[in-house]
């Protein structure tokens, strides 16, 4: 059995899985570098968002100092509200702490000289609700909030807006950066080692071939699987069909079959039996209803692991036609052969009767001779009345007897001049006595001499044919075997195969509706029953049509 082995290349060993590696860190170096981006923008918003708050606690705890609230209800302390607002500034380090009254103008202020000076935006804590954002003021932009100040009565009697220098949520997020970016470079590490070990068992998993080799290999693949005349269909460990070309899908009849286990695309038989493994051997012969196939199955392993088996299918339809039409003629040159010798033998009795002056027996035998050599046929034509058939059992009868077989037809044969199936009976006789003589002949001799009886009659509906023959038989068990391709007693001859004849025949009957059996036990048997009338014209397939009249196969 041919096993086919991968072998694996060393050049370029790295460039593959370098590539591989090379694209990968890019990726994971620009996501990393845009995730730490997003994050830094993430990062700025939230530190900005928490800092708003944070301005706007300040401010509302400056809303509830009970001097503020005393002095902007009555008017009263001078500079209260001013020291009181600086020293909540240096003490919560914001950037500012400005008290408002409802008529916008400030009460407080870093800046001495805006104390008194009305603001630009309108007071926005009407509304009774704190209110956030960010204020680009006059100390600069930073994070702000902005309370309502109520007096001691609960009479809303201005605001507090408070802001946070921007350089502090700057810091703090200059401060967290580095952490994140530890981080990322922790991922990116991380990402780099596992994109390592995945370019390397890329490697592996592609035989050490580069990206451009395993291209080319595809294209090649593609043009010889579609492009050779014999059919290819390989099978992966589980049974599954994983390529099949175009010769093979015409071939097998297999159609869309990919993916698919064999039971599921071929009914059971020879030909299923021969693609998944089940018969071994090589050039194993299954015959189709249209073609006569060699497959060959082969198993597919690397580094001792079955990765599945590949099968080639040959198209033998043509050459076992040819050799079949080879046969015929072999049988025909055996015939005459037959006929000149046994012409030659009467003819040197009539020359050594002439020769000792018996001239009235040699008349006399000379008549005999031509009434007996006409006998044969008159009396098959008794009964037979196409010639193509007379001629067929006359030729078979001739070569029998040179091989000390005889062929008798029986009293109750009967066939028209022009009887259905013709042509199919025509190749079944022929291999049903080729197979009998070869079977009678090699026998040893037994009471009465070898003989084959053969029975042909046409009813109004069937057709049936018989042949007997009282040489070894048919093994009792292997009544059905018998009739499935490559099955044969007899050894090969050269590249011709034997067991197609019987095989030939057992196809040839089905197809047209009818069956054949055989009998077990010394003697074997064969009936075939022909339905009438025929549905169809014959059909002239080489396959069918080669076995002539002269040959056969068992």
């Known amino acids: 059995?041919?096993?086919?082995?991968?072998?694996?290349?060393?050049?370029?060993?790295?460039?593959?899985?370098?590539?591989?590696?090379?694209?990968?860190?890019?990726?994971?170096?620009?996501?990393?570098?845009?995730?730490?981006?997003?994050?830094?923008?993430?990062?700025?918003?939230?530190l900005d968002r928490s800092y708003e708050q944070r301005a706007l606690a300040i401010a509302q705890t400056t809303a509830a100092d009970p001097q503020i609230q005393q002095a902007m209800e009555y008017g009263s302390g001078g500079d209260t509200v001013?020291?009181?607002?600086?020293?909540?500034?240096?003490?919560?380090?914001?950037?500012?702490?400005?008290?408002?009254?409802?008529?916008?103008?400030?009460?407080?202020?870093?800046?001495h000289a805006l104390i008194?000076?009305?603001?630009?935006?309108?007071?926005?804590?009407?509304?009774?609700h704190p209110h956030v954002g960010t204020d680009q003021g006059a100390t600069g932009r930073s994070a702000n909030g902005k309370a309502p100040l109520y007096g001691r009565s609960g009479a809303l009697v201005g605001e507090v807006s408070v802001g946070i220098p921007e350089h502090d949520v700057l810091g703090e997020l200059w401060r967290e950066l580095p952490t994140f970016g530890l981080y990322a470079a922790t991922a990116t590490a991380l990402g780099a080692a596992a994109a390592s070990l995945l370019a390397r068992r890329l490697k592996r998993t592609t035989f050490g071939l580069e990206l451009e080799e395993i291209a080319g290999l595809l294209q090649d693949r593609e043009?010889?699987?579609?492009?050779?005349?014999e059919g290819v269909v390989a099978f992966d460990p589980d049974g599954r069909i994983t390529v099949v070309n175009d010769e093979a899908?015409?071939?097998?009849?297999?159609?869309?079959?990919?993916?698919?286990?064999?039971?599921?695309?071929?009914?059971?038989g020879r030909l299923r039996r021969a693609l998944d493994g089940t018969l071994t051997g090589t050039d194993v012969s299954v015959l189709t209803d249209d073609h006569c196939l060699a497959v060959n199955r082969m198993p597919v392993t690397l580094h001792g692991h079955e990765l599945g088996a590949v099968v080639t299918v040959r198209d033998r339809t043509e050459l076992v036609g040819l050799l079949r039409e080879l046969d015929s003629v072999r049988g025909l040159t055996d015939a005459l052969r037959a006929q000149q010798h046994e012409f030659t033998n009467r003819m040197h009795t009539l020359a050594g009767l002439l020769d000792i002056g018996e001239h009235q027996s040699a008349y006399e035998y000379a008549i005999e001779t031509a009434r007996s050599g006409q006998a044969?046929?008159?009396?098959?034509?008794c009964h037979i009345g196409n010639p193509l058939m007379v001629g067929l059992i006359v030729a078979k009868t001739t070569v029998a007897a040179e091989r000390g077989v005889r062929i008798v037809l029986t009293d109750d044969s009967a066939l028209g001049a022009d009887p259905p199936h013709l042509r199919r009976l025509l190749t079944i006789v022929g291999n049903l006595l080729d197979n009998a003589i070869d079977a009678t002949a090699d026998a040893a001799p037994v009471d009465g001499g070898r003989r084959i009886r053969l029975t042909l009659t046409e009813g109004d509906k069937?057709?049936?044919?018989?042949?007997?023959?009282?040489?070894?038989?048919?093994?009792?068990?292997?009544?059905?075997?018998?009739?499935?391709?490559?099955?044969?007693?007899?050894?090969?001859?050269?590249?011709?195969?034997?067991?197609?004849?019987?095989?030939?025949?057992?196809?040839?009957?089905?197809?047209?509706?009818?069956?054949?059996?055989?009998?077990?036990?010394?003697?074997a048997d064969f009936t075939v029953v022909l339905p009438l009338p025929d549905p169809a014209p014959a059909r002239q397939d080489a396959l069918f049509t080669a076995a002539s009249p002269m040959g056969g196969e068992g």
């Open 249 to 268: 899908r015409r071939l097998l009849g297999l159609g869309t079959a990919l993916g698919r286990l064999m039971e599921e695309v071929l009914p059971d």
């Open 462 to 523: 069937l057709i049936v044919v018989r042949v007997a023959d009282n040489g070894p038989g048919v093994a009792p068990g292997t009544s059905q075997s018998i009739f499935e391709d490559g099955w044969s007693t007899r050894p090969e001859r050269g590249i011709a195969r034997r067991g197609l004849g019987l095989a030939l025949v057992h196809r040839l009957v089905q197809r047209h509706g009818g069956t054949i059996t055989v009998s077990e036990g010394p003697g």
């Open 376 to 381: 044969l046929t008159e009396a098959v034509r």
């Open 223 to 229: 043009a010889m699987l579609h492009g050779i005349r």
């Open 1 to 46: 059995m041919i096993r086919i082995r991968f072998r694996t290349g060393r050049g370029g060993k790295r460039r593959l899985s370098t590539r591989i590696l090379a694209n990968q860190l890019l990726i994971l170096a620009l996501t990393g570098l845009i995730g730490f981006v997003l994050f830094a923008f993430a990062q700025r918003a939230e």
């Open 82 to 111: 001013q020291t009181v607002a600086e020293r909540i500034r240096r003490a919560s380090g914001a950037s500012y702490v400005v008290v408002i009254d409802l008529r916008g103008v400030r009460r407080s202020h870093p800046i």
């Open 116 to 128: 008194g000076e009305p603001v630009d935006e309108p007071i926005v804590v009407r509304d009774g």
